[in-house]
């Protein structure tokens, strides 16, 4: 494949997803495939097999790839998993917590809502005794890192409650699978959901859901939506050995194939997690040397995305630094959080200690305001 003639990207994406990836995952998508094809489909059996793996060392688990951005994953997951019957409690401080609470109302999910707010972890002893007194929940849900500000939950702790009060356990753990390493066995996860454009290193387009089988099998008939039916997606790929309902994102997935085996030639999640989090403290102590603050405390800090208060100087203004350092080969992304004014750098994806390096320098040759 000539890779000489593939476009050069004219900054890097400091952004939780889409992300920058490496040119030879771009560069398989130089080929067509068909969705029925046998070659397509043993490649999507291998990555369901891979995504397994890397979740978990027992076996009783299975993958389930889903159409769309990550959001899909997470709605198909609860549509299918939460019965008429059943109630889900929610565990938020961000805003992706809170979208599941929106996905929850809007499929007629009964649902109660714990919001820490955006920079405290969920309340413990609430939840025990939550769970203690309202026997109609069946299942609980949290974001395990919130993007929205880097804020990582303890799912360790969070899981073994919700275990020793026999509910199911949900963890959108979009943005930190294949970034931190976890056993979802050992943490206690009933369904976990991430995506393509994450700590994997793909492209966006599809979503999937590792799901414990002996819970997830009772899902059938379930889902209030056709096109978001985890369970029948996962009865066509199974029965099917890889085919999926509905076109499905074929480039994207071979994509993603190449980015699980550079995964593995980085030397697996453990590896790829030491250099998220060496990048990340690096950013950050250079940030802070700067006279940037980070907004959450460094003991819930995850290696993924770090949120900075923005410079209280009345000359700032975040898209003039934003477009700064644009010009300087570097995007990163404006804040999310309702109460502080803050701006967020993330550092997964293809992306290495010397374009820290040189972020750090693009950044203080960004700073126009003092
Ligand atoms: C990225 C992300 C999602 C999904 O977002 P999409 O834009 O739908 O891909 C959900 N939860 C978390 C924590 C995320 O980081």
Partial sequence: MDMQNLPENPYILLTPGPLSTSRTVKAVMLRDWCTWDIDYNRIVEEIRNTLTRL????TGYTTVLMQGS???SVEACLTTAVPEQGKL???ANGAYGRRITRIAARQGIACVTHDSGDLDPPDLPRLAHTLETDTDITHVAVVHCETTTGFLNPIEEIGKIVRQSGRI????AMSSFGGIPMDIADLGIDYLVSSAN????GVPGFGFVIARKSIFSQTCG????????L???WKTMENGKGKWRYTSPTHVVRAFAKALEELEKEGGVTLRFKRYLANNRFLISGMK???FTPLVDIRYQSPIITAFLSPSHPDYNFEVFYTRLKERGFVIYPGKVTRTDTFRIGNIGDIHRPDMERLIEAVRSSIYWR
């Fill in 231 to 233: 369970y029948d997606q």
């Fill in 222 to 229: 379930r889902a209030r939506s056709l096109s978001l039916d």
């Fill in 70 to 72: 990550g959001t899909f």
């Fill in 55 to 58: 979740a978990t060392s027992e």
């Fill in 198 to 201: 994450k700590c994997i290193q």
């Fill in 169 to 172: 356990f949900i963890v959108d």
């Fill in 89 to 91: 409690l929610v565990l």
């Fill in 289 to 291: 040397e700067m006279g």
